[in-house]
C-alpha cells in the first residue's frame, strides 16, 4: 500500500527557491514511493513591486545584497544539480507576481487547479 500525504507549497513563482524546493519535494516522494497531493499558497517574495512594471532585476538585487552575479551562479549551480535549467543572463526584470497568484486564486475557485499547477512547473 502506498503512503499518499498532502503538503501545502507556499511559494512565489518567481522564486528560483521555491522552484528548487517543489523539485526536490516532488523527487523525494518518488524516491520514497509517496503520493503526493501539492496544494500551493500563495506568498509574495517582493511585495513592494510595482504592479505593472517590475524593476530592473541586476538593479534590485544590488540593492538589496550587492553584486549579483555571485548569487545568480550559485543558484544555477544549484537548479543544475536537481535538473532545472536556470538562466538569469536571460532575465532583466523582477517582475511583480499579485496579478498571478489573483489568476490561480480564481483558478482555485472555478474547480480548474490542474492549470495552474502545470503552469509553476
Same mark, same amino acid.
Given at each position: 500500500?502506498?503512503?499518499?500525504?498532502?503538503?501545502?507549497?507556499?511559494?512565489?513563482?518567481?522564486?528560483?527557491?521555491?522552484?528548487?524546493?517543489?523539485?526536490?519535494?516532488?523527487?523525494?516522494?518518488?524516491?520514497?514511493?509517496?503520493?503526493?497531493?501539492?496544494?500551493?499558497?500563495?506568498?509574495?517574495?517582493?511585495?513592494?513591486?510595482?504592479?505593472?512594471?517590475?524593476?530592473?532585476?541586476?538593479?534590485?538585487?544590488?540593492?538589496?545584497?550587492?553584486?549579483? @552575479?555571485?548569487?545568480?551562479?550559485?543558484?544555477?549551480?544549484?537548479?543544475?544539480?536537481?535538473?532545472?535549467?536556470?538562466?538569469?543572463?536571460?532575465?532583466?526584470? @523582477?517582475?511583480?507576481?499579485?496579478?498571478?497568484? @489573483?489568476?490561480?486564486?480564481?483558478a482555485a475557485a472555478q474547480d480548474k487547479n490542474d492549470l495552474?499547477?502545470?503552469?509553476?512547473?
Amino acid at each position: 500500500m502506498r503512503m499518499s500525504v498532502s503538503v501545502t507549497f507556499v511559494g512565489d513563482y518567481v522564486c528560483p527557491f521555491c522552484l528548487i524546493g517543489l523539485r526536490r519535494l516532488e523527487l523525494a516522494a518518488k524516491n520514497l514511493g509517496v503520493d503526493v497531493e501539492i496544494a500551493f499558497g500563495p506568498f509574495l517574495l517582493d511585495p513592494q513591486l510595482p504592479a505593472d512594471q517590475g524593476q530592473d532585476l541586476r538593479a534590485r538585487l544590488r540593492q538589496k545584497y550587492g553584486d549579483p @552575479a555571485p548569487l545568480f551562479a550559485r543558484v544555477e549551480q544549484i537548479a543544475r544539480a536537481d535538473g532545472i535549467a536556470l538562466d538569469f543572463a536571460r532575465v532583466e526584470r @523582477a517582475p511583480s507576481t499579485r496579478r498571478a497568484h @489573483a489568476l490561480a486564486d480564481f483558478a482555485a475557485a472555478q474547480d480548474k487547479n490542474d492549470l495552474i499547477n502545470s503552469l509553476s512547473r
